[in-house]
């Protein structure tokens, strides 16, 4: 907290890790979605009637925020890092952030989850082996073309029309794919793939789960898949999935990305 002007503003202060610039000048753009806050470095007063609380910073000298380990959840930088690694790093970090919230206090103690496996292998069968080739990625197809990113407004069919009329002012043909719009032809989509389910017990409701996803390489460096965020659907017993689509992004030899999924996750 930099300062209280009145008692009804507050100036909070803003810090932007190293990661966070690292994948702002990657990404050219910084969307936050979740905001958290944490009382580190803030000066409490002990009052004799009212317990403490924070005094008034506006008197004092404000120096610039610096970046402390602990702010850096999302370690991206470099990869001589193994999986379990960053997994620590993160878990630490957050626990060390200290992140002010609530708990009601019938709840205390029971914000706790389990997880029904927490290993989980998968194998080829016989006859996946006998079928399996060897995909060049010059084969595959581009972001515009990929069923993946069918969603994105970016990569959409949209063909040029007259404002006037709504006419289009040509035949052009179609050389994406159809976005994937309804929970059956996503099941569909899933159908003869191998499955493991993975349920959660116990914890707060609603979960808010923070995911990440790490492909271990050798026994000392890592890498983090990408997700796609296909949204949300409903099936037929009117449940709410959520679809991410797991995987690594590579260059075609003309330069063109191509994303490969590895595998799909749906929560419910």
């Known amino acids: 907290m930099a300062g209280i002007l009145d008692p009804k503003t507050r100036t909070l202060d803003f810090i932007l890790t190293p990661s966070g610039r690292q994948m702002l000048a990657e990404k050219g753009q910084f969307v936050p979605e979740y905001i958290s806050f944490s009382d580190d470095r803030v000066y409490y007063a002990k009052l004799s009637k009212t317990g403490s609380v924070a005094q008034d910073a506006s008197s004092r000298l404000a120096l610039e925020a610096n970046t402390l380990t602990q702010d850096e959840l999302y370690y991206v930088s470099g990869s001589d890092t193994s999986s379990s690694g960053r997994s620590e790093r993160l878990i630490t970090n957050l626990k060390d952030l200290r992140i002010l919230t609530s708990v009601p206090s019938w709840l205390e103690g029971q914000t706790g989850f389990s997880i029904s496996q927490e ?12 079928v399996a080739i060897t995909e060049d990625v010059g084969t595959l197809s581009a972001f515009f073309q990929d069923k993946h990113f069918q969603h994105v407004d970016n990569y959409k069919f949209l063909s040029p029309i007259n404002s006037t009329s709504g006419k289009l002012l040509a035949d052009y043909p179609k050389l994406n ?28 409701v609603p979960s808010n789960i923070m995911l990440r996803l790490l492909q271990q390489n050798g026994t000392s460096s890592s890498e983090a898949l990408e997700l796609i965020d296909y949204g949300t659907y409903v099936n037929h017993e009117g449940t709410v999935q959520r679809v991410f689509f797991a995987g690594k992004i590579y260059e075609d030899q003309l330069g063109v990305l191509v994303f490969v999924n590895l595998f799909t996750m749906v929560f419910t």
Request: net charge negative; aromatic share 4%; no cysteine.
């Open 177 to 204: 794919t159809d976005e994937v719009l309804t929970s059956e032809a996503l099941s569909v989509l899933l159908e003869n793939k191998k499955k493991e389910l993975i349920t959660f017990e116990g914890g707060l």
């Open 119 to 130: 290993n989980i292998e998968f194998v080829p069968a016989e006859e996946d082996i006998d």
